[in-house]
């Protein structure tokens, strides 16, 4: 009954910016955990950011410094501010909540219970 719908994605050139939306709904729980995926193709797919419910940050090595994970919590809303892309950020981006106010692992899938379908980001020169 979860549910989760990211938007914002699209073509943008390289060097460019762009803002990912996730919006979830379905559940009642105030304490949660949310992250951003990735998958490229011919690539696994990989924790991109993470936000626990205490508004602590994790990011994968190759978006730190670019990438900018942040949430609306009286909305239910995730926000993924990517800035600086290069043709590497092209991907499927997906979010994702656990309902637990923190992970050990806060970029692994399994932590993970909801998804949501998708965005497709594509970075060019």
């Known amino acids: 009954q979860v549910k989760l719908v990211e938007s914002g994605g699209g073509s943008v050139q390289t060097g460019g910016s762009r803002k990912l939306s996730c919006v979830g709904s379905?559940?009642?729980?105030?304490?949660?955990?949310w992250a951003w995926f990735r998958q490229a193709p011919g690539k696994e797919r990989e924790g991109v950011a993470s936000?626990?419910?205490?508004?602590?940050?994790t990011y994968a090595d190759s978006v730190k410094g670019r990438f900018t994970i942040s949430k609306d919590n009286a909305n239910d809303i995730l926000y993924l501010q990517m800035n600086s892309l290069n043709s590497e950020d092209t991907a499927m981006y997906y979010c994702?909540?656990?309902?637990?106010?923190?992970?050990?692992?806060?970029?692994?899938?399994?932590?993970?219970?909801?998804w949501g379908q998708g965005t497709q980001v594509t970075v060019s020169s």
């Open positions: 994702a909540a656990a309902f637990r106010e923190r992970l050990v692992s806060p970029l692994a899938q399994y932590g993970y219970i909801a």
């Open positions: 379905g559940y009642r729980y105030t304490d949660h955990c």
């Open positions: 936000i626990d419910s205490d508004g602590r940050t």
